[in-house]
C-alpha cells in the first residue's frame, strides 16, 4: 500500500477502489491511519538520541566536526 502511495503515486481513495474491486472493503481513512502509523514509527527517534549529551561532536584530526 505504501509502494502503491509513494512509489506510484496513487492516491488512497483509489487504492481503496481497488481493494473494493477484490472484495476487501476497506475504507479511505483506515489506509490514512495505516500510513501515518507507518512513518510514525519510522521517524520516531530513541530517547538516547534526544539527548543533549549525545548530540555533542568532537572535532575530527580533519577539523571537521564528525557525525
Do not use: C, E
Amino acid at each position: 500500500m505504501l509502494v502503491g502511495k509513494y512509489a506510484d503515486r496513487l492516491p488512497l481513495y483509489r487504492q481503496s477502489q481497488i481493494f473494493a474491486r477484490s472484495g476487501l472493503s476497506i475504507d479511505r481513512s483506515t489506509l490514512a491511519d495505516w500510513v501515518g502509523t507507518a512513518f510514525s514509527g519510522a521517524f520516531a527517534v530513541p530517547p538516547a538520541r534526544r539527548s543533549p549529551a549525545n548530540s555533542i561532536s568532537v572535532p575530527s584530526s580533519t577539523g571537521w566536526p564528525s557525525i
